[in-house]
């Protein structure tokens, strides 16, 4: 519980047609946090615009203007960009670098978690189409779903008879996109070129 913080912060609203995030309000936050955590690694959403409720994309869009400030003051630090994707959207395995398998027990902590650290998602604003239930659940589902695309690409045996504990009793797959701090730039490079069109349409 003590290593989640709420920012609570004021573009992340239920509004239909909210504002994109102020730097001072949203993204200095952000980056304040940064620089107590110092992580090397930053896992973020990549949901493409449109996807579900803009809250990931402009979620996305307050965290990579953080990351360029954090980035330009510790150049050093060679960081990682965890980009996943879950409820309203998800990866086609060409699309990912990186893949998680999931234990049993992993699906129960995650479940706790997210009841314990998250309770005003317990009953989404958006809830999904898929599910009539937390997020959680609806996550467990899409990884059971992904970890069987793989078994049906690799076949049962290399997961039942691996000689990796983990692989055998996954019941799981996260997908991942690992990516560089110029990678994750690079990628954001049309979402950028869509935000600032839309800026200069809205006149501002």
């Given at each position: 519980?003590?290593?989640?913080?709420?920012?609570?912060?004021?573009?992340?609203?239920?509004?239909?047609?909210?504002?994109?995030?102020?730097?001072?309000?949203?993204?200095?936050?952000?980056?304040?946090?940064?620089?107590?955590?110092?992580?090397?690694?930053?896992?973020?959403?990549?949901?493409?615009?449109?996807?579900?409720?803009?809250?990931?994309?402009?979620?996305?869009?307050?965290?990579?203007?953080?990351?360029?400030?954090?980035?330009?003051?510790?150049?050093?630090?060679?960081?990682?960009?965890?980009?996943?994707?879950?409820?309203?959207?998800?990866?086609?395995?060409?699309?990912?670098?990186?893949?998680?398998?999931?234990?049993l027990n992993s699906f129960a902590v995650l479940h706790n978690m997210f009841n314990s650290c998250f309770l005003s998602q317990?009953?989404?604003?958006?809830?999904?189409?898929?599910?009539?239930?937390?997020?959680?659940?609806?996550?467990?589902?899409?990884?059971?779903?992904?970890?069987?695309?793989?078994?049906?690409?690799?076949?049962?045996?290399?997961?039942?008879?691996?000689?990796?504990?983990?692989?055998?009793?996954?019941?799981?797959?996260?997908?991942?996109?690992?990516?560089?701090?110029?990678?994750?730039?690079?990628?954001?490079?049309?979402?950028?070129?869509?935000?600032?069109?839309?800026?200069?349409?809205?006149?501002?």
């Open positions: 519980m003590d290593h989640v913080s709420h920012l609570r912060l004021p573009f992340y609203s239920a509004n239909i047609f909210p504002e994109y995030p102020d730097i001072d309000q949203d993204v200095m936050p952000v980056y304040h946090l940064l620089e107590k955590i110092r992580p090397t690694v930053i896992t973020l959403a990549l949901d493409p615009e449109g996807s579900g409720p803009d809250t990931h994309y402009k979620t996305l869009i307050a965290l990579s203007e953080a990351i360029d400030r954090y980035v330009a003051a510790h150049p050093e630090m060679n960081i990682r960009i965890w980009g996943y994707r879950n409820i309203w959207s998800n990866y086609e395995i060409h699309e990912i670098n990186t893949i998680i398998p999931v234990s317990k009953s989404a604003s958006f809830p999904s189409y898929e599910l009539d239930g937390t997020f959680s659940e609806l996550a467990q589902n899409i990884w059971v779903r992904q970890l069987n695309h793989l078994i049906d690409l690799m076949g049962k045996e290399y997961f039942y008879a691996s000689p990796n504990p983990l692989l055998r009793r996954s019941y799981g797959a996260i997908f991942l996109r690992d990516m560089s701090y110029k990678e994750f730039t690079d990628y954001l490079v049309p979402v950028r070129r869509l935000l600032k069109a839309k800026e200069m349409l809205g006149g501002k």
